[in-house]
Structure formats: structure tokens, C-alpha cells
T-cell receptor
């Protein structure tokens, strides 16, 4: 069973702080990694994708990938109340020519307090 | 450009009834997916279609069937609904494969009594 684990949360941070969300995965063959944000009652929307080791920055968001440690994280700088949502880590876990499957973690609920 | 659309948005069924959830995308994507989301369980893949004409089982396929009607449309059928199928169902699509971003529809909230 290929697994994706996230820190269970909930995570609460004050406005303006850095929120750190973590994810580990079991499949060493995984090649693509995604962070989705899901507001309550809504569908997941992509925030970041990352494919190579290191950091990838997009505005206030930074994704970090370490394939050796099988670890991917998302940092949100200058957190805003509008960032309050559940964050889902997703990892592709198909194999061979069938790398179509994404496995999702159970999500981390983030609350940013004004 | 509507992206991924799903119908219906809400549905209540009685145990044993059947229904079909509809999904369509207008992004010319090759791959389409059906997920269910339950509290504490995260998103779980039910079935997927890598390309038009192909379908494969995901993590939780029991009790469901799918049809890839054409490149745009991918339907999910519950032949005999059970209370355990009460969930929120999301359809998603991607250009091709798990290396690509998946885009999600708005979801269908299904209750089976």
C-alpha cells in the first residue's frame, strides 16, 4: 500500500506568521508532487507542483522536496486569514507505464488567526 | 471555458436505488478520474480513465462502474446504492497521467438512506 502521510493538525498560526505543512510518502519511485488547497465545502485547487529536489517558490508559497528523505513540505509566508483551509499533499504512485494515479494525504487543516 | 463540470450537485437515494453521476471537461484533457472524499479518509481514487476508450480500477472500485463516453465525458454509476456510499464525489481531469496537474470539478454530495 503506497502511503502519503501529513501532519494531522489542526495547525493554527497568527496572521503574518509562517505556516509549515509537511508530508512524507512511501513510494520511492514517485516523480511528481502536488499541494492542493481545499476550502470547506469546495473542491481542491492546485497551489504548487514540484518535480525536482530543492525549493520552488511562487509568491508567498514555497514547496520543498527531498526525495532521499521522501519528504515534501509547503511553507506559507505572511499567512493571511484567507489561507485558512485544508491543505492536501498528493503524490503520483502509479508504476511503469501506468503512472496515472495520485495518492492523497488526509490533509492538514490550517487556521490563520487575525 | 467551464473546466470540469459535474451533475447533480446534490442527491439523496434510498438503499438499493441506482444512479449515474455525470462529469464533463472542456479542456481537451486525455485522462479523467473519479474520487470520493469522506471525513478522516481523504480523497480516494475510485476509477480512472487514462485515455478515451480505457478505464481502470483505483483504490476503492467496489460497488461502482464507469463509462468513458468520449474524450469529454466520464460517468460513474452506482448500481445498487448502499449507505456506505454516502460521500462527496469529485471528478478530475488532467492532460495525461499522474505527472500532470489534475483539475477538479465542484463535486456531488450524495446521501444514501
Amino acid at each position: 500500500q503506497k502511503e502519503v502521510e501529513q501532519n494531522s493538525g489542526p495547525l493554527s498560526v497568527p496572521e503574518g506568521a509562517i505556516a509549515s505543512l509537511n508530508c512524507t510518502y512511501s513510494d520511492r519511485g514517485s516523480q511528481s508532487f502536488f499541494w492542493y488547497r481545499q476550502y470547506s465545502g469546495k473542491s481542491p485547487e492546485l497551489i504548487m507542483s514540484i518535480y525536482s529536489n530543492g525549493d520552488k517558490e511562487d509568491g508567498r508559497f514555497t514547496a520543498q522536496l527531498n526525495k532521499a528523505s521522501q519528504y515534501v513540505s509547503l511553507l506559507i509566508r505572511d499567512s493571511q486569514p484567507s489561507d485558512s483551509a485544508t491543505y492536501l499533499c498528493a503524490v503520483n504512485t502509479g508504476s511503469g507505464g501506468s503512472n496515472y494515479k495520485l495518492t492523497f494525504g488526509k490533509g492538514t487543516l490550517l487556521t490563520v488567526n487575525p | 471555458n467551464a473546466g470540469v463540470t459535474q451533475t447533480p450537485k446534490f442527491q439523496v437515494l434510498k438503499t438499493g436505488q441506482s444512479m449515474t453521476l455525470q462529469c464533463a471537461q472542456d479542456m481537451n484533457h486525455n485522462s479523467m478520474y473519479w474520487y470520493r472524499q469522506d471525513p478522516g479518509m481523504g480523497l480516494r481514487l475510485i476509477y480512472y480513465s487514462a485515455s478515451e476508450g480505457t478505464t481502470d480500477k483505483g483504490e476503492v472500485p467496489n460497488g461502482y462502474n464507469v463509462s468513458r463516453l468520449n474524450k469529454r465525458e466520464f460517468s460513474l454509476r452506482l448500481e445498487s446504492a448502499a449507505p456506505s456510499q454516502t460521500s462527496v464525489y469529485f471528478c478530475a481531469s488532467s492532460v495525461a497521467g499522474g505527472l500532470e496537474t489534475q483539475y477538479f470539478g465542484p463535486g456531488t454530495r450524495l446521501t444514501v438512506l
